[in-house]
């Protein structure tokens, strides 16, 4: 499969996902991931950029006077997006975009944001490559996702999952960004894992 159709391939898996994803997400937010959303949003700054905004679940959470920049590859999940902003009467810039290939400027702003996305990106090293590249020096990057158990039994079952899940909709239960974000020289200035170590998030600044 060429790139161009691995591509097309998952946005349309995404523009078909988004007509249950705000439902998955919120039971998801419930029972697992908690505070998170609101402990991301509230560390912002400046320039926000959110990569791969979805529908727009995190806009609720920021401070009323962020401005936020937001890019998702799916259409359809933009659109909702764009209707959750005019209902709660945030101005935010929405683009279609893409993850690993972000159409801004090295040094653009000052907050990078993604929650449980990195997961179910293709090749999510170049997302955050990407990610630092647009962030300026002293910038900070917040992260979340569902990340590899630190418990043996769990990381096993999340091995088999994605015998299914990544073949489906390419999503991962596995990796830790975490890890590249601490070679890529960032200092981590906060760190949680729970959930049996399968949720994760951190606040990172970027050399200055």
Known sequence: MTESARRARWRRYWDKHSKTYD???RFFDRVLFGDTRSWICQQVGGEVLEVAIGTGLNLEH??????????????DMLAIARRRADDLGRQVTLQVGDAEALEFPSATFDTVVCTFSLCAIPD????????????????????ADHVASSVPVLRATQRVLEWVTIPLGG???RRRPLEHVRAAGFRIERHDRFAAGTVERLAARKPG
């Open 124 to 143: 999510h090293r170049r997302a955050l490559a990407e990610m630092t590249r647009v962030l300026r020096p002293g910038g900070v990057l917040l992260l």
């Open 23 to 25: 439902g998955e997400m």
């Open 171 to 173: 999503e991962h239960f």
């Open 62 to 75: 920021y401070p009323p006077e962020t401005r936020v920049t937001g890019i998702e590859l799916s259409p």
